[in-house]
């Protein structure tokens, strides 16, 4: 089945660090792919988005790009902050089937010191 | 323009209980599923609607979770009866039928 799998966390970084976390999917079709955040006490917010190949997707600093030769949507930021202490999720969306809705990752809890 | 609405924000019940939990989407949006997202793993889908119709109801435990969308705007989500195992945060999304997704706050719902 389709499936997305995440770098376990909890990635912990002093403010300013270089941030990756690494995302591969397992898809039956051609899927759309996302980051999602989650910051404590809210909802999902989708923060960036990947639709096709070598797409490179972006928002608030962040990026991922789709590489469908290797199955992976790395998320990517150049200087993290407190703020950005959240956990993030990886996600795939498949047009060309019936159940057209988003499967997760596991999630990656992002600790950020000052 | 306002979120998707999900009431309440908690709730603790005994096990054996039932609880119901309400959905309330973003105007317009035709399709809203429920997810279920125990601690430390990711959301994972339960129900997906198609204005009031049902598109994906494959891992919904059916013998103790209902669902229904009535007049293809809200939605509830019932259990009964609750067990330990379903302590979790129940999390509601919409969408234009497109890939995105809008999700609520989530209920955390705690059984104990």
């Known amino acids: 089945g389709d499936s997305v799998t995440q770098m376990e966390g909890p990635v912990t970084l002093s403010e300013e660090a270089f941030l990756t976390i690494n995302c591969t999917y397992t898809?039956?079709?051609?899927?759309?792919l996302f980051w999602y955040v989650q910051y404590p006490g809210e909802g999902l917010q989708l923060l960036l988005k990947a639709t096709k190949a070598d797409d490179k997707g972006s928002n608030k600093g962040f990026e991922a790009t789709y590489r469908k030769e290797t199955t992976s949507f790395h998320l990517e930021k150049g200087s993290v902050q407190v703020s950005d202490s959240a956990v993030y999720f990886c996600a795939l969306y498949l047009w060309d089937t019936g159940r057209r809705a988003l499967t997760f990752g596991s999630g990656t809890r992002l600790q950020v010191q000052p | 323009e306002a979120g998707v609405a999900q009431s309440p924000r908690y709730k603790i019940i005994e096990k054996r209980q039932s609880v119901a939990f309400w959905c309330n989407p973003i105007s317009g949006h035709a399709t809203l599923y429920w997810y279920q997202q125990i601690l430390g793993q990711g959301p994972k889908l339960l129900i997906q609607?198609?204005?009031?119709?049902?598109?994906?109801d494959s891992q919904l435990p059916k013998d103790r979770f209902s669902a229904e969308r009535l007049k293809g705007v809200d939605s509830t989500l019932k259990i009964q009866p609750a067990k330990l195992e379903d302590s979790a945060v129940y999390l509601c999304a919409s969408s234009l039928g497109t890939d995105e997704a809008f999700f609520g706050q989530g209920t955390r719902l705690t059984v104990v």
């Open positions: 898809a039956t079709g051609y899927p759309s």
């Open positions: 609607f198609q204005n009031n119709g049902v598109v994906d």
